[in-house]
Each structure stands twice: as C-alpha cells, then as structure tokens.
Nanobody, 124 residues
Framework: QVQLVESGGGLVQAGGSLRLSCAASGRTFSSYGLGWFRQAPGKEREFVAAISWTGGSTYDADSVKGRFTISRENAKKTVYLQMNSLKPEDTAVYYC?????????????????WGQGTQVTVSS
C-alpha cells in the first residue's frame, strides 16, 4: 500500500515557476513508476509527466515539454515536478500517482495509487 501527499501548489503569475512535491509512504517506493497528471475544471484528467523506478527514463506530455521536469529522490520517497514558464492553461489540480510496474506510462488507468491533488493557478 502506498499513500501519496502532494504539496507546493499555489497562485503564480504567467511566466513564473513552481515546484510540486509528492511524498510517499510504503517500503517499496523505489520500485514504483511515478507520474503527474492534472485536471482542469470541466476537462478530463490528462497526463503531464512520468518517471521510471530508477529515474533513468522520463516521459513528458507535448504540452509541457521543455517547461516541466519530473524527478525523484528514492531516499526521501519523494517525486517532484519543476514547472517553469507557466501559462494560464496550466491551471489545474495536479495529482501524483504510483504504479507497481516501474516503467513510465501515460495511461492513468495503469496507476494503482493516487494523491489528493494540489491546486495550481496561473494568472495572466
């Protein structure tokens, strides 16, 4: 069983930066693949970024490529999402997720555990 708790969301102006963190419990964190997803009001949840269990492989959505970076610290059982050059269209609730398979995947149905989410609001 893995519990995930996100933090770091908030209100930021367009062009600004935020770093989201997701702290996990559970002894097998280092073997899990991890991902970030987001959901804007009235829209479906969408994939943002994923990272493999070693951190050696990452996969970003085209909409955030070059602006967002996913990383992880297994010793701290934490995954991060560094978000730069934020745009108003990045406004959403951001969720971290974990999957038993250690590989990257953009399909939300492949993830077994989810956090409660953290709100990110980007003003124009």
């Amino acid at each position: 069983q893995v519990q995930l708790v996100e933090s770091g969301g908030g209100l930021v102006q367009a062009g600004g930066s935020l770093r989201l963190s997701c702290a996990a419990s559970g002894r097998t964190f280092s073997s899990y693949g991890l991902g970030w997803f987001r959901q804007a009001p009235g829209k479906e949840r969408e994939f943002v970024a994923a990272i493999s269990w070693t951190g050696g492989s990452t996969y970003d959505a085209d909409s955030v490529k070059g602006r967002f970076t996913i990383s992880r610290e297994n010793a701290k059982k934490t995954v991060y999402l560094q978000m730069n050059s934020l745009k108003p269209e990045d406004t959403a609730v951001y969720y971290c997720a974990a999957r038993g398979s250690g590989w990257v995947d953009r399909d939300s149905s492949k993830y077994d555990y989810w956090g409660q989410g953290t709100q990110v609001t980007v003003s124009s």
